[in-house]
């Protein structure tokens, strides 16, 4: 089992929708989970970060949390077709040092 | 402020030949890591450092690669021979020790190795 999962995609939504992208993780002492886009052939770009269970709404984005579940999720609304790219999920794994295990990512497409 | 740089941001060379990527991390930052990105693999860290030391290689695939920090601002990847399965986006990551874990990407470095 992948210590980061997330459905590859993709996943199509209209724009000025609501797009849902959501992932899971293995490691139950995970306390920091980000958020990164990363358009084709463009570098990761940190968009969300959140550390406590609950929801943290930055602009368009907002990131849940649910340690319980081990589970974290990301929110676009009215999402734009600007908002097409790939979505990696990165959790800091264990207590202690900072490495990111990254998931393998979901496409987002956001259609006209 | 000057984010992470990368050179060279494109690297075509020939199997067998010497590669030496290299890598500036944001000033401040003492964690550098090292990734690979592939259609079929995903982002994978190869190694990272903190304060200059080598933490975790294990992601290193094999002896052909190698990576080293001298100082605070400076690291190279290194692959010896290079060989057509080489071939990948490197990109190279920093962050702070003591902080939650963000860390900042550079542009990449894509290897084309035929």
């Known amino acids: 089992q992948k210590e980061v999962e997330q459905n590859s995609g993709p996943l199509s939504v209209p724009e000025g929708a609501i797009a849902s992208l959501n992932c899971t993780y293995s490691d139950r002492v995970s306390q920091s989970f980000f958020w990164y886009r990363q358009y084709s052939g463009k570098s990761p770009e940190l968009i969300m970060s959140i550390y406590s269970n609950g929801d943290k709404e930055d602009g368009r984005f907002t990131a849940q949390l649910n340690k319980a579940s081990q589970y974290v999720s990301l929110l676009i609304r009215d999402s734009q077709p600007s908002d097409s790219a790939t979505y990696l999920c990165?959790?800091?794994?264990?207590?202690?040092?900072?490495?990111?295990?990254f998931g393998g990512g979901t496409r987002l497409m956001v259609k006209p | 402020d000057a984010g992470v740089i990368q050179s060279p941001r494109h690297e075509v060379t020939e199997m067998g030949q010497e590669v030496t990527l290299r890598c500036k991390p944001i000033?401040?930052?003492?964690?550098l890591f090292w990734y690979r990105q592939t259609m079929m693999r995903g982002l994978e860290l190869l190694i990272y450092f903190n304060n200059n030391v080598p933490i975790d290689d294990s992601g290193m695939p094999e002896d052909r690669f190698s990576a080293k920090m001298p100082n605070a601002s400076f690291s190279t990847l290194k692959i010896q021979p290079s060989e057509p399965r080489d071939s990948a986006v490197y990109f190279c990551?920093?962050?702070?020790?003591?902080?939650?874990?963000?860390?900042?990407f550079g542009q990449g470095t894509r290897l084309t190795v035929v």
């Open positions: 000033s401040g930052h003492n964690s």
């Open positions: 990165a959790v800091k794994v264990g207590a202690a040092g900072n490495m990111l295990t």
């Open positions: 990551a920093s962050s702070l020790v003591q902080g939650r874990g963000e860390a900042f």
